[in-house]
Nanobody, 119 residues
Framework: QVQLVESGGGLVQPGGSLRLSCAASGSIAGILEMGWYRQAPGKQRELVAIITSGGSTNYANSVKGRFAISRDTAKNTVYLQMNSLKPEDTAVYYC?????????????WGQGTQVTVSS
């Protein structure tokens, strides 16, 4: 099992910045990638950014150039730096991890952290 704990959400004005953190613990060996999804009210959960165990990254088009995902392998923590925030970035942000055990791939999710962009 992998436990994911997010932090760093909150209320910010348009144009502002926030940094989300996600700390992984438990059976973390075999994690292939970690990242962030978000879900706004009335909408489906969508990919925000992913970072693989090799360091490759992938972003949703809507956040490219504004958000940056990074990791601290020593702390088993992934970060999402969010700049130039817009009201449409308002959502619950979920940390996720994809883990390979044998031939089985399992997905793990954090509890979510609220990000609200409003004046």
């Amino acid at each position: 099992q992998v436990q994911l704990v997010e932090s760093g959400g909150g209320l910010v004005q348009p144009g502002g910045s926030l940094r989300l953190s996600c700390a992984a613990s438990g059976s973390i060996a075999g994690i292939l990638e970690m990242g962030w999804y978000r879900q706004a009210p009335g909408k489906q959960r969508e990919l925000v950014a992913i970072i693989t165990s090799g360091g490759s990254t992938n972003y949703a088009n809507s956040v490219k150039g504004r958000f940056a995902i990074s990791r601290d392998t020593a702390k088993n923590t992934v970060y999402l730096q969010m700049n130039s925030l817009k009201p449409e970035d308002t959502a619950v942000y979920y940390c996720t991890a994809k883990k390979l055990t044998g031939i089985r791939i399992s997905d793990y999710w954090g509890q979510g952290t609220q990000v609200t962009v409003s004046s």
